[in-house]
């Protein structure tokens, strides 16, 4: 099975958790499926990883991501996943056309063999990836050119769009798309037998490939890659969807949920409280989320959201939380909080002409070697062990070492444990763009 992730989004709508590098996929906030609440917290994206494998031990993964995503994927998945990295943002035709040349390019899928194109991040029982067997069987019989899963719906939204089937059987041919309607106009599609679009489409990759060559001119995936940003903005819905009549859609009947809201992501916590924090006895329906190292208590709280991070603090009544957006958009301040495939960065003090950042690296891990032009940096390691290079130069650091470099000086450090450094950077100029890489010293 070869299934397509789509990872997307902004990372707006659940400040300030998340931000333009760590989407809300990225976060961390759920206890395993079928686990004993005991463990670690997953994100979406492991969640929706290991419930593919679940289903399918042998299925060929691969995300369609942004550049910032990359570093992210990799610390969370490590080397599980292929990535195909969209240069730019063109909507979902283009990125599933991009990621149809990867697969036939660069991993050597056929162009009869089944793709399943799948966003990043829906919160689904396992049934949902176990009726994905069934969408590869659709693709493989060649009934439809293209193929959909529908969710039967559980209310009248108006928030998704409507597939509506020719017969009520569990795999029909699809007679006609509805776009978002009001709640009296959902509740008459349901009523006449139409599922919600959950944005998951099937097909063979030869037939994606020639719709691609038909709308975008390029030779292969490495053309295209170099094109990319000349590409048309359009979505898959309106290049392909609305110009093909034989496309089938088979139902799926469980647990499904678009989280996109700190409402909806608060329904499926499976704890009021993570982090440092707690509620008096007179609060009702309400979350505390704290990835600070400092306690938040709430009281007489009554359904509302409080969430803290590194990037800022969010108090909000649930129902106002999706609204979040055009609020944070005004924000101009630097993140500061990433995931990197060497581990994680925290941007803890800002002053002038100076930032402190606390550098978590993981086992065997290590930064590029570089340098910097317009600032001095100093390391105290807090906790781990590790080596130190300084202009070719190799030093094992412990906790309580500190080293410093200086404008110019070429460094690195490799972790052998989990290594946590405590990094003051020093200058008139302290910008991100001050880097300069090199190669790794022999």
């Known amino acids: 099975m070869n299934i397509v992730l789509l990872s997307g989004g902004s990372g707006k709508r659940l400040w300030p958790l998340s931000n333009d590098v760590r989407s809300k996929q990225f976060i961390k906030m759920f206890h395993p499926a079928n686990a004993d609440g005991n463990g670690e917290l997953e994100s979406m994206v492991q969640r929706v990883y290991s419930q593919i494998k679940k289903a399918d031990k042998d299925a060929k993964i691969t995300i369609a991501t942004s550049k910032t995503q990359v570093s992210a994927i990799h610390n969370q998945l490590g080397d599980k996943v292929s990535v195909c990295v969209e240069p730019t943002r063109r ?6 056309a991009l990621a149809a040349a990867y697969l036939s390019d660069k991993l050597g899928v056929k162009r009869d063999e089944p793709v399943i194109i799948c966003p990043v991040d829906p919160y689904v029982d396992d049934g949902y990836f176990k009726c994905f067997v069934e969408l590869e069987k659709m693709v493989s019989s060649g009934e439809y050119n293209l193929n959909l899963m529908g969710v039967v719906p559980t209310y009248p939204s108006e928030k998704y769009g409507y597939i509506q089937p ?5 795999i029909s041919k699809v007679s006609a798309f509805k776009e978002k309607p009001d709640v009296a106009t959902a509740e008459k599609y349901i009523a006449d037998g139409a599922l919600w679009n959950c944005g998951v489409f099937a097909f063979k990759l030869g037939y994606i490939l020639d719709r691609a060559h038909e709308l975008i001119d390029f ?17 898959f819905d ?3 969807g609305e110009h093909e009549k034989s496309i089938g859609v088979v139902r799926f009947s469980g647990e499904w ?3 996109g809201s700190w409402n909806t992501f608060a329904e499926e916590m499976h704890e009021n409280i993570i982090g440092k924090g707690d509620m008096d006895e007179a609060c009702e329906n309400s979350n505390i989320v704290n990835e600070l190292n400092i306690p938040i208590i709430g009281m007489g709280l009554k359904n509302m959201i409080v969430a803290a991070s590194n990037d800022g603090i969010l108090v909000s009544d649930k129902g106002r939380s999706s609204h979040i957006k055009p609020h944070v958009e005004k924000l101009t301040q630097h993140i500061r909080y990433a995931e990197k495939s060497w581990g994680s960065f925290t941007v803890t003090d800002v002053q002038e002409g100076a930032l402190v950042i606390r550098v978590e690296l993981l086992p065997n891990h290590r930064l590029h070697y570089h340098s910097h032009e317009f600032r001095d940096e100093v390391w105290t390691v807090m906790s781990g062990e590790g080596t130190v290079i300084i202009d070719g130069e190799k030093k ?5 070492d500190v080293v410093s470099m200086k404008a110019g000086q070429k460094h690195t450090v490799i972790a052998k444990t989990k290594l946590v450094i405590n990094e003051v950077q020093i200058g008139k100029d302290i910008n991100v763009e001050d880097k300069i890489k090199y190669d790794f010293p022999v």
């Open 91 to 96: 909507d979902t035709f283009p990125a599933i």
């Open 219 to 235: 030779k292969g995936y490495e053309d295209l890659y170099e094109n990319y940003a000349d590409c048309k903005k359009i979505s």
């Open 166 to 170: 020719e017969t009520k059987d569990m």
């Open 238 to 240: 309106y290049a392909v």
């Open 396 to 400: 094992a650091v412990c906790p309580g």
């Open 257 to 259: 949920k678009d989280i």
